[in-house]
C-alpha cells in the first residue's frame, strides 16, 4: 500500500482540473464565432457559404432593414462563413464553452438599415454595402470624385436599372432605324 501512494505521489495529476481551470487550447482550435457587425456589410456570401444553414437573412422591406443571426446551435465550427467573408465581420475564435441555460441565447443577432432606390423608393441594398463599393472602387485606382459619381448608379435598384437599359436601347435602335445621327 505504501509502494502505491509513493507512486502515486511521484506520477502527479493523471487529469486537467477542468472545469475548474481553464483549459489550455492549441493553436488553430475552431470556436465560436465572433461576430463584428460595425465591420459587416450584410452580403450575406456568409449565410450562402454556411452547410449547417446557421447563418440566415431576412429582409423586410416594409421597414427597410435586413437582419442577420447566427444561431451556434446549428454551428458546425467549419470556418466557412470566415473564409468567405470579404471585410473579415466574422472570426472563429479559440473559445469552445458554449453551454447556456436557454436556447436563445445562443441566437447572435444583427440589423442593418437598406438603401432606397432613387427612382421607384424601394429599399433594396444594405447601405453600408453600398459605400463599401465605392471604398473598393476608390482603393482600386479610381479618382474618388468618379467614385461618387458612381453612387447614382449603385443606389439604383437592379430593376429600375433594367428598365433604364431597355428605354436606352429602344431609343439608340430608333435612332439607328430612321438613319438618324446618334
Known sequence: MLKLLKE??????????YPFAPLPVKPGVRGKPEFAGQRCIACAACTIACPATALTMATDPAAGTRTWQLD???CIFCARCEEVCPTGAIVLSDNFELSVRKRDDLLMTAEFTLTNCRTCETPFAPAKEVGYVIALLV????????A????AQLETCPGC????D??????????RLAGLPA
Open 8 to 17: 502515486l505521489l511521484r506520477t502527479g495529476d493523471a487529469t486537467v482540473k
Open 72 to 74: 451556434l446551435g446549428r
Open 139 to 146: 482603393r482600386a485606382g479610381m479618382p474618388e470624385e468618379d
Open 148 to 151: 461618387e459619381g458612381r453612387r
Open 161 to 164: 436599372r433594367r428598365h433604364a
Open 166 to 175: 431597355v428605354a436606352r436601347i429602344s431609343r439608340t435602335s430608333l435612332v
